[in-house]
């Protein structure tokens, strides 16, 4: 599967989806004006990927800012990756969150009581 590579802007954040490599990361602030324009290309590469089963996956997030609309988007794209998991997928998530922005911790926290795969909340 190709790469998934967006470079970031002012309003939008890195993307770098590896497949080969297992690592799926972005890294940023997401407060695009159409988050559901942003997210678009996001959706459609995970509803094209299968990860191999032997193979572990880590989805990171990285997020210094993000708005409402993304915030949305962030949990959908979660839901996706926790689809990839409940299907037998070794695929984990982990939130990285800058010390001292309790409320990127508690948006995870939060994030964690629709989904059942394993989330690993760490400071930076």
């Not at 190709?2 to 802007?9: A, N």
């Not at 998991?85 to 009581?113: L, P």
Request: hydrophobic share 35%; net charge negative.
């Amino acid at each position: 599967m190709d790469k998934l590579k967006i470079s970031s802007t002012f309003t939008t954040p890195q993307v770098n989806f590896d497949s080969g490599k297992g690592e799926l990361e972005i890294e940023g602030k997401i407060i695009p004006e159409d988050s559901e324009k942003f997210f678009k290309a996001i959706f459609d590469w995970i509803e094209n990927y299968s990860p191999e089963k032997q193979k572990a996956v880590v989805m990171r997030f990285r997020l210094f800012y993000y708005n409402t609309g993304a915030s949305k988007r962030i949990l959908l794209l979660m839901k996706k990756i926790d689809a990839l998991y409940q299907q037998g997928n070794d695929i984990k998530i982990v939130w990285e969150y800058e010390e001292g922005d309790e409320d990127s911790m508690n948006d995870c926290e939060d994030y964690k009581k629709h989904l059942k795969i394993p989330i690993e909340i760490r400071k930076i």
